[in-house]
């Protein structure tokens, strides 16, 4: 016995609020940044690195450089002694544990690395200030 087939025919509008974009998110941003910031650094060019320092939004931790990206810069300056852009890192460190709450200034390997290029660059009272300072932070 054969039953016979039932076509319906169906028509279904959906509506979506989906957006496309081609915009980069700011998760996607950051992470960009940090590489960069770690590809400038490791190939010697601090000017560069400073800049993009410099220019990324200092509004909330989210958007902060990351640890590994700060101690590379950092290690950067101790191998070419470049005392103000190490200093100007730090300035920025600063800004960012003001203005957001995010202190990468806590962070030990941070600490160490800035003591040693103050150090290193033979301002040993300053690295001693920046030690006791960061401490109470």
């Not at 039953?3 to 950051?30: M, Q």
């Not at 560069?48 to 290690?75: N, Q």
């Not at 160490?112 to 150090?119: E, N």
Request: one cysteine or more.
């Amino acid at each position: 016995m054969m039953v016979p087939a039932i076509s319906l025919s169906t028509n279904l509008t959906v509506s979506t609020n989906i957006t496309a974009t081609s915009a980069p998110t700011t998760l996607h941003k950051h992470r960009l940044h940090n590489s960069t910031l770690k590809s400038l650094s490791k190939s010697g060019k601090l000017d560069e690195a400073l800049r993009l320092i410099e220019s990324w939004p200092s509004k909330s931790p989210a958007t902060a450089p990351d640890v590994e990206a700060c101690a590379l810069f950092l290690h950067s300056c101790i191998s070419r002694k470049a005392l103000e852009h190490g200093q100007r890192l730090y300035l920025q460190l600063l800004l960012y544990r003001d203005r957001c709450n995010h202190n990468l200034l806590n962070n030990p390997t941070l600490k160490g690395k800035l003591i040693t290029l103050f150090s290193v660059c033979g301002r040993v009272d300053e690295a001693r200030r920046v030690l006791r300072m960061v401490g109470r932070m």
